[in-house]
């Protein structure tokens, strides 16, 4: 059975210049309780699945707009949990970003677990507003290790846009079929299970800003990266960066995005990063 929703948050800048979090529309499995600030000068959103996980068939879509001055964090509630379709269905999640002058905007989510058997493809478009920052990540499973899922779904894919200041300046594009192509081939994770993707952007930097950072963060890389873990960082052809990550465990992934993005958020903004707090 299909099962559409969706969800609506706007961080905007009160009376005193605070940020305030506006739940403008809301409907299961989507909940949002409301905002939290934090020692770092955003606003914290909790995004919770109330089902528990994604859902074969599911049609879900959810949206933020980040206001000109506003400062927000969002994160999940828990991993991403991908069930199997046992009818076949493929579940589907749309998100959509909008960050106006000056906004600025962690999102900082659990990593996606795919069970054996899912079929899941998500779409995330972010449209930056000029001066606006992002910090985005991404962290993908193999499966359910303890019980033995380990790329035992059927298929993931993704697609992701970022425009900043009217221009296009990443398209991502990506899909995995392990039981079509096995995925420890060299050419695609090779012993690696986990992935990572993290996008830093400011819309209106220069490039030799970018270089910097590139070059600041790629010295990071050389002190995390070891035999389980490889990193990658490489300037978008205009307003960001990206970093990679693949590693055979997901602890190490984990720890090492949060280097870079303690990093990165000095460097953009010379605020210490404050991890989201959690709640059930």
Known sequence: MTRSAKLHLSFERGPSAATILRVKQQEPPWRVVRGFPNTSSETLAHIHNVS???????????????????????????????YRSRSGETAVQRAGVTLGEGGYLEYLPDQLIPFAGSRFEQTTRVEMSRGASLIWWDLVAPGREAAGEVFHYDS?????????DG?????????????????????????????????????????????????QLQSLAGQLECPDVLWGITSLRAHGLMIRGAAKSGRPLSAGLVEFWKAAKWYLCGRVATLPRKIH
């Open 167 to 215: 221009e296009p300046v990443a398209i991502e594009r990506w899909k995995v079929a392990p039981s079509v192509r096995a995925l420890d081939s060299p050419a695609r994770l090779g012993p690696f299970r986990y992935f990572a993707s993290c996008y830093v952007c400011r819309a209106g930097e220069p490039g030799v800003y970018w270089r910097t950072l590139e070059s």
């Open 156 to 164: 993931l894919a993704s697609f992701f846009e970022l425009t900043a």
């Open 52 to 82: 528990g996980g994604i859902l074969a068939g599911d049609n879900l879509e959810w949206r933020v707009d980040v206001a000109a001055g506003a400062q927000g964090q969002v994160t999940s509630t828990g991993a991403s949990r991908i």
